[in-house]
Each structure stands twice: as C-alpha cells, then as structure tokens.
C-alpha cells in the first residue's frame, strides 16, 4: 500500500559501503556510474537501482502545521508555515460532548493522536485516507484529566502531560503503559509537549511569567532551559528541529520563538492545540 513515507531524519543508518548513496544525493551519484563502475559493483546493483526508485520516497518533504482552531473542532487545519495556500481539512470524528485536549502528529505513519475528554480515550486518524484508523484508552491516565502529547516517531513512544505532576505518561503506539517519567527541576504539570527528533530531546512548556521550556533527555534530565521573553497561557507546543523554533498556541495566533525565547513572528490563525511535522510524497508499507 502507498501511504507517505517518513521524513529521511527517521532513517537507520546506512553501512558504510552505501552512504554515498543517501538520499539527498543518490541520483547524481547513480549519474556518475560508469558501465565499468557498476559491473565491478555489481552485487551490490540492485540495491543500488532500489535505493534510486525509493530516493524520492525519502526526502523530507515540507513542514506542515496541524491546528485544531477549539477545543471542540469538526475538522483539523493542515497548512504549510508561510504557505498562501487554503488550509485542507482532517476530520476529527468528535461525538457529541467529546472535547479535544491534545494533538500530536507521527510523520512516520502519517497519523494524527487526537487526545480527548471526558475520559482517556486517544483516537488516530489516517490524515492521507481521513478516516479513524483505531481508537484506544490509556489506563494510567485519569478519566477527567486532559493535556498535551507528543509522539516520538523512532518507536511510536507516546509522551502525555500528566495533568497533576511535574511528569509524562509514557506509553507504546497503541497506549500500552509503559512507565511515569519524572522531570528533573520541575515542580508543576507541563502545559505542552514537543519532541525534538534530531537530537531525542523531550521539549516541555512550563507557561506563566516568564513562561520557560525546558529540554529534557530522555530518561528526564535536565538539558537546557529557554525563558520566554513575554508570558503565555499557551496549552500546546511544537517544534521545528531545523529551523530551531517553537510553535505555541494562542486565543487568537500561533507565537513562533526562537531556541533563544525570543518572540519571532505570528501566524494569524487560532489554533486551541498544534503540532508540526515534515511529510515526503510516498511511504511504502
């Protein structure tokens, strides 16, 4: 089945013999084999013609930005940060009195975690196919409480805010509980989650006055601390490993930071919760 692939960042490593080969520059490199060059490697050919017809596959595609504009939206917003375009919507399949309290995006299944209340109830969507592909409870999390999630694309590891300690609800892809972990120096519930997927750090909002984020190894340490330069009562975090910014939301704008705190820009669009994530042109499983 065609589905979108997983941005290149999320890629084992290659073996040596093949890392000329990545992504970004299998096609000049496969340009510049000669009929000599290929016969002398030839055990190694179809790997090599396998690599070219996948290579479109596996570089990173655009960066999206998913928002849910209320807490009890009919549909996402899909947008490209800078992009004119209109905003595609996903459905969000909310019953009646079901309210959303958390979003995160997987760019390796292509799935949307939509965390929910009343209850402990996590619906994923299918964002190319927009249907509901399962929906799971999470013993460990308490049926009136609510927050923010983030998903670690490398294992499908699921980090929930815990809605009464300084701590995240960590469970498997299917919301198997896994263990409470415990973050270092904090001392109030996180407001918002983000994963950092090119260094495995855990990004964790802490709002008030300065509001602060705060970088966490995976076993919970501390790493680093951002301050904020103006407050916010944001619910919800994400993070663009590359350009280095934080999205958070607002009543009435997405607020982009810089790593240093420092306010950048706004996005004119109200989003009650938000995630980002690169997506590429084809998936193959």
């Not at 980002?276 to 998936?283: A, F, I, K, M």
């Amino acid at each position: 089945m065609l589905v979108p692939l997983i941005n290149a960042i999320f890629m084992p490593r290659l073996p040596r013999l093949l890392i000329p080969m990545t992504t970004r520059n299998l096609f000049p490199a496969v340009g510049r084999l000669s009929c000599r060059r290929l016969r002398s490697h030839a055990p190694l050919a179809p790997i090599i013609l396998a690599l070219a017809f996948l290579s479109g596959c596996a570089t990173p595609g655009p960066l999206h930005l998913y928002t849910a504009p209320s807490t009890q939206p009919a549909a996402l917003l899909d947008t490209a940060p800078g992009s004119p375009a209109v905003p595609v919507d996903i459905p969000t399949f909310l019953a009646p009195g079901e309210t959303l309290t958390g979003l995160a995006y997987d760019p390796f299944t292509d799935h949307l975690f939509l965390r929910l209340a009343p209850g402990n109830v996590i619906r994923v969507v299918d964002r190319p196919a927009r249907a509901i592909k399962r929906t799971f409870t999470v013993a460990t999390l308490p049926a009136t409480g609510g927050g923010d999630l983030a998903v670690r694309p490398r294992d499908g590891r699921i980090f929930f805010a815990h809605p009464s300690e300084p701590a995240l609800v960590v469970t498997d892809r299917f919301g198997r509980a896994e263990r409470i972990l415990r973050l270092a120096t904090l001392t109030t519930p996180p407001t918002g989650v983000a994963y950092d997927s090119v260094r495995n750090q855990l990004l964790v909002l802490n709002p008030g006055d300065p509001a602060r984020i705060t970088a966490h190894a995976p076993d919970g340490d501390l790493i680093a601390t951002m301050i904020l330069d103006r407050p916010t009562a944001a619910t919800g975090l994400a993070y663009d490993p590359l350009a280095q910014e934080f999205y958070l939301t607002t009543t009435t704008s997405v607020a982009i930071f810089a790593i240093s705190g420092h306010s950048l820009r706004t996005l004119p669009q109200p989003a009650a919760f938000l995630d980002l994530g690169p997506r590429s042109l084809l998936r193959l499983f």
